[in-house]
């Protein structure tokens, strides 16, 4: 019903920058909050940055400053700008999205991303 792409990852060098993207389609009503959790190696998931439909966001502690969600609603994509990577970055970026499937049903489905992956090495 509603399918996440991601695509922008791969090999940034320590101070670098880099622009991940995620665009929902499918057969859905209305794209609510989206955002973007990270899964390092041997760690748990961590939420990273969220938006709302109107614009409002949400940066984890540890990524602000240095990253930037933005999204574009007529797109139904969302973008995660990230500067001034360092090595703690380095993970798999996962994209949600949380849909409103029909219009006589006000319920959110929340829709995942497969994950890009982003690593930080010189």
């Known amino acids: 019903q509603v399918q996440l792409a991601e695509s922008g990852g791969g090999l940034v060098q320590p101070g670098g920058s880099l622009t991940i993207s995620c665009a929902a389609s499918g057969n859905f009503f209305s794209i609510g909050a989206m955002g973007w959790y990270r899964r390092a190696p041997g760690s748990n998931r961590e939420l990273v940055a969220s938006i709302t439909s109107g614009g409002g966001t949400n940066y984890a502690d540890s990524v602000k400053g240095r990253f930037t969600i933005s999204r574009d609603n007529a797109k139904n994509t969302v973008y995660l700008q990230m500067n001034s990577l360092n090595l703690e970055d380095t993970a798999d970026y996962y994209c949600?999205?949380?849909?409103?499937?029909?219009?006589?049903?006000?319920?959110?489905?929340?829709?995942w991303g497969q994950g890009t992956q982003v690593t930080v090495s010189s």
């Open positions: 949600y999205a949380a849909a409103r499937l029909r219009a006589t049903n006000p319920g959110a489905y929340t829709a």
